[in-house]
């Protein structure tokens, strides 16, 4: 995607690759908020807050469900109830894997915040980035993105922009 725009329409349900981001804000107009990033490699890593606490937390648009450092989650997160469990694949290996759901109660992104959003315990080891001195803490997936119309990952600027 570098030097291109991804656009996600959940409204109508599709994504695009745009060269410009002007010819979604002519669609669409100014958007409610805006988040810098930076990138590791292709995974945009952007500061938020979990629990008060400033992280670095990578973008997965492909996961369906946050995924939050172990240690973090045993400070921060709460726990949703016996029995809420999700089978997740990515985490180190190819089987899928039964984790418990918590819950973040106030995730913080730029402007944006959001509440109880659900998540699951994961060792992000392997996306610790000693050059620049991040350790990812969180991977947010798709939920991150869920009450915003219109999402717009430009490449080129290193900002996420949304539309409610």
Same mark, same amino acid.
């Given at each position: 995607?570098?030097?291109?725009? +991804?656009?996600?329409?959940?409204?109508?349900?599709?994504?695009?690759?745009?060269?410009k981001?002007? $010819? !979604?804000f002519?669609?669409? %107009? &100014?958007?409610?908020?805006?988040?810098?990033?930076?990138?590791?490699?292709?995974?945009?890593?952007? &500061?938020?807050?979990?629990?008060? /606490?400033?992280?670095?937390?990578?973008?997965?648009? %492909?996961?369906?469900?946050? +995924?939050?450092?172990?240690?973090? $989650?045993? &400070?921060?997160? +709460?726990?949703? @109830?016996? %029995?809420?469990?999700?089978? !997740?694949? @990515?985490? @180190? $290996?190819?089987?899928?894997?039964?984790?418990?759901? &918590?819950?973040?109660?106030? +995730?913080?992104? %730029?402007?944006?915040?959001?509440?109880?959003t659900?998540?699951?315990?994961?060792?992000?080891?392997?996306?610790?980035?000693? $050059?620049?001195?991040?350790?990812?803490?969180?991977?947010? @997936? /798709?939920?991150?993105?869920?009450?915003?119309?219109?999402?717009?990952?430009?490449?080129?600027?290193?900002?996420?922009? /949304?539309?409610?």
């Open positions: 995607f570098q030097g291109n725009c +991804l656009f996600i329409n959940q409204k109508e349900d599709y994504v695009d690759i745009f060269k981001k002007k $010819t !979604v002519e669609l669409l %107009g &100014k958007p409610d908020y805006k988040i810098p990033f930076n990138l590791l490699g292709h995974l945009p890593v952007i &500061k938020a807050k979990i629990g008060g /606490m400033v992280v670095f937390c990578g973008i997965d648009t %492909g996961s369906s469900i946050h +995924l939050v450092d172990e240690e973090l $989650t045993k &400070k921060y997160c +709460l726990n949703k @109830g016996a %029995g809420n469990y999700e089978y !997740v694949k @990515g985490i @180190g $290996t190819e089987n899928l894997v039964r984790k418990e759901i &918590k819950i973040i109660p106030r +995730l913080e992104a %730029g402007n944006a915040v959001q509440w109880e659900d998540c699951v315990p994961a060792n992000l080891s392997h996306l610790q980035e000693p $050059t620049f001195n991040w350790k990812i803490e969180a991977l947010l @997936g /798709m939920p991150f993105f869920k009450h915003y119309k219109y999402i717009l990952i430009d490449y080129r600027s290193l900002n996420i922009f /949304m539309w409610e």
